[in-house]
Protein backbone atom coordinates (compact mmCIF):
# COMPACT_ATOMS: atom_id res chain seq x y z
CA UNK A 1 0.00 0.00 0.00
CA UNK A 2 1.38 3.78 -0.95
CA UNK A 3 1.37 5.68 2.31
CA UNK A 4 1.07 8.68 0.34
CA UNK A 5 -1.96 7.74 -1.10
CA UNK A 6 -4.68 9.89 -0.36
CA UNK A 7 -3.11 12.74 1.11
CA UNK A 8 -4.58 16.46 0.04
CA UNK A 9 -3.24 18.56 -2.47
CA UNK A 10 -1.97 20.79 0.04
CA UNK A 11 -0.11 18.26 1.88
CA UNK A 12 1.36 16.56 -1.46
CA UNK A 13 2.06 20.22 -2.46
CA UNK A 14 4.14 20.70 0.56
CA UNK A 15 6.10 17.14 0.15
CA UNK A 16 6.97 18.34 -3.42
CA UNK A 17 8.38 21.56 -2.55
CA UNK A 18 10.36 19.70 0.30
CA UNK A 19 11.68 17.43 -2.35
CA UNK A 20 12.58 20.23 -4.72
CA UNK A 21 14.84 21.88 -1.81
CA UNK A 22 16.21 18.74 -1.38
CA UNK A 23 17.12 18.80 -4.94
CA UNK A 24 18.34 22.09 -5.32
CA UNK A 25 20.70 21.43 -1.32
CA UNK A 26 21.53 18.05 -2.72
CA UNK A 27 23.79 19.33 -5.01
CA UNK A 28 26.02 21.35 -2.52
CA UNK A 29 25.95 19.05 0.35
CA UNK A 30 25.20 15.60 0.52
CA UNK A 31 21.84 15.27 2.22
CA UNK A 32 20.84 11.59 1.19
CA UNK A 33 22.87 9.08 -0.42
CA UNK A 34 23.96 10.47 -3.90
CA UNK A 35 22.40 6.95 -5.83
CA UNK A 36 19.09 7.15 -4.10
CA UNK A 37 18.05 10.30 -5.22
CA UNK A 38 16.18 9.00 -8.61
CA UNK A 39 13.86 7.17 -6.12
CA UNK A 40 13.75 9.81 -3.79
CA UNK A 41 9.45 9.46 -3.74
CA UNK A 42 10.13 5.82 -3.03
CA UNK A 43 13.21 5.80 -1.11
CA UNK A 44 12.93 8.66 0.84
CA UNK A 45 9.55 10.68 1.25
CA UNK A 46 7.02 7.27 1.16
CA UNK A 47 9.36 5.29 3.22
CA UNK A 48 9.18 8.58 5.99
CA UNK A 49 4.93 8.55 5.49
CA UNK A 50 5.29 4.91 6.54
CA UNK A 51 5.46 5.82 10.99
CA UNK A 52 2.78 8.28 10.46
CA UNK A 53 -0.17 5.87 11.28
CA UNK A 54 1.61 4.80 13.84
CA UNK A 55 1.89 8.29 15.66
CA UNK A 56 -0.34 8.32 18.35
CA UNK A 57 -3.28 10.76 17.07
CA UNK A 58 -3.78 12.99 20.28
CA UNK A 59 0.21 13.46 19.98
CA UNK A 60 1.46 16.60 20.29
CA UNK A 61 5.27 17.13 20.16
CA UNK A 62 7.48 14.96 18.42
CA UNK A 63 11.33 15.43 18.06
CA UNK A 64 14.10 14.33 15.43
CA UNK A 65 16.85 13.60 16.55
CA UNK A 66 19.98 13.31 13.98
CA UNK A 67 17.39 15.38 11.37
CA UNK A 68 20.01 14.95 8.68
CA UNK A 69 18.18 15.65 5.00
CA UNK A 70 14.64 16.05 6.91
CA UNK A 71 13.67 12.46 6.77
CA UNK A 72 11.58 11.12 8.39
CA UNK A 73 10.87 14.61 9.85
CA UNK A 74 9.61 16.91 7.54
CA UNK A 75 7.39 14.32 5.56
CA UNK A 76 5.84 13.99 9.20
CA UNK A 77 5.42 17.67 9.42
CA UNK A 78 4.08 18.08 5.96
CA UNK A 79 1.72 14.82 6.83
CA UNK A 80 0.64 16.23 10.83
CA UNK A 81 0.91 19.98 10.57
CA UNK A 82 -0.88 19.62 14.09
CA UNK A 83 2.55 18.35 15.74
CA UNK A 84 4.91 20.38 16.87
CA UNK A 85 7.99 19.08 15.71
CA UNK A 86 11.97 19.86 16.77
CA UNK A 87 14.42 18.52 14.58
CA UNK A 88 17.73 18.38 15.89
CA UNK A 89 21.00 17.87 13.27
CA UNK A 90 24.21 18.94 14.38
CA UNK A 91 25.42 19.73 11.25
CA UNK A 92 25.11 23.76 10.35
CA UNK A 93 24.83 22.98 6.93
CA UNK A 94 21.93 20.53 7.08
CA UNK A 95 20.17 22.65 9.70
CA UNK A 96 20.39 25.19 7.37
CA UNK A 97 18.68 23.45 4.65
CA UNK A 98 16.24 21.91 7.00
CA UNK A 99 15.37 25.51 8.31
CA UNK A 100 14.84 26.65 4.17
CA UNK A 101 13.19 23.39 3.57
CA UNK A 102 10.60 24.48 6.76
CA UNK A 103 9.94 27.95 5.71
CA UNK A 104 9.26 26.90 2.11
CA UNK A 105 6.96 24.25 3.02
Known sequence: MDP??????ETLRRL?????TLERWQKAINLVGK???DGVWK???????????LL???AATLVDLGSGGGFPGLVIAAMRPDLQLTMIESDARKSAFLGEAARKM
Request: glycine residues 4%; hydrophobic residues 40%.
Open 4 to 9: LQGVSR
Open 35 to 37: TTM
Open 16 to 20: EVFVE
Open 56 to 58: PER
Open 43 to 53: RHVADSAQIVP
